[in-house]
């Protein structure tokens, strides 16, 4: 059974930094795309980072220039490293791998908040 565990949430100030680490099973980790998701109070669940096989990037662009996304394939771990982090960025942050010929898989976390003080 494929499992997704985040960790690396928490409190921090406006101008801040926090690191969230993705961890895959290795069965699917080389084979998929994997990404950041953020939902916040009240809002619909967006996406601020992915990451593919391959190695290309994606960002959203309220995470460009701020957040850096990377993939350790040796550690079956993605993380999201978040600097110089506003209010807005506050919510709950969810890791989700997507696998197979035309990603018909996928398997989410469980989530891990973020709280950004001003």
């Known amino acids: 059974q494929v499992q997704v565990v985040e960790s690396g949430g928490g409190l921090v100030q406006a101008g801040g930094s926090l690191k969230l680490s993705c961890a895959a099973s290795?069965?699917?980790?080389?084979?998929?795309?994997i990404g950041w998701y953020r939902q916040a109070p009240g809002k619909q669940r967006e996406l601020v980072a992915n990451?593919?096989?391959?190695?290309?990037?994606n960002y959203a662009d309220s995470a460009k220039g701020r957040f850096t996304i990377s993939r350790d394939n040796a550690k079956n771990t993605v993380c999201l490293q978040m600097n110089s982090l506003k209010p807005e960025d506050t919510g709950v942050y969810y890791c989700?791998?997507?696998?197979?010929?035309?990603?018909?898989?996928?398997?989410w976390g469980q989530g891990t908040q973020v709280t950004v003080s001003s």
């Open positions: 290795a069965s699917i980790f080389r084979i998929s795309t």
């Open positions: 990451i593919r096989s391959g190695g290309r990037i």
């Open positions: 989700n791998v997507k696998w197979g010929a035309t990603a018909e898989y996928e398997k």
